[in-house]
C-alpha cells in the first residue's frame, strides 16, 4: 500500500472511506495529482516516484491552522 497527501481548501468535499479518482498532471518539476474534480492537490513527484494508480480511499482527513489534508491510500 501507499499514500499520498493531498491539501484540500474546503472540508467537506470528500469523506473517509470514499473512493477517489486521481489525475496525473505533468509539470517542469514532476508530477502532482489532482483529486477529481478538482478537490485536492498533491505535491510533486519525480518520475521514479509516480504514481502507478488512478484510483485511491480516503484513509484520513486532518485539519490544522494551514488547512485540510486528505491521505489516500493506494494498492500499490
Keep these: 500500500m501507499r499514500t499520498i ?3 484540500m481548501e474546503r ?5 473517509e ?3 477517489v479518482e486521481i489525475t ?4 517542469d518539476s514532476g508530477s ?14 519525480k518520475g ?9 480511499i ?5 485539519h490544522n491552522d494551514r488547512g485540510y489534508y486528505v491521505i489516500v491510500e493506494f494498492d500499490e
Design 5 to 7: 497527501q493531498f491539501k
Design 11 to 15: 472540508q467537506g468535499l470528500v469523506t
Design 17 to 19: 472511506g470514499q473512493e
Design 24 to 27: 496525473d498532471h505533468e509539470a
Design 32 to 45: 502532482c495529482y489532482i483529486i477529481e474534480p478538482a478537490v485536492a492537490m498533491s505535491g510533486c513527484y
Design 48 to 56: 521514479r516516484d509516480r504514481l502507478k494508480s488512478t484510483h485511491g
Design 58 to 62: 480516503v484513509k484520513e482527513i486532518q
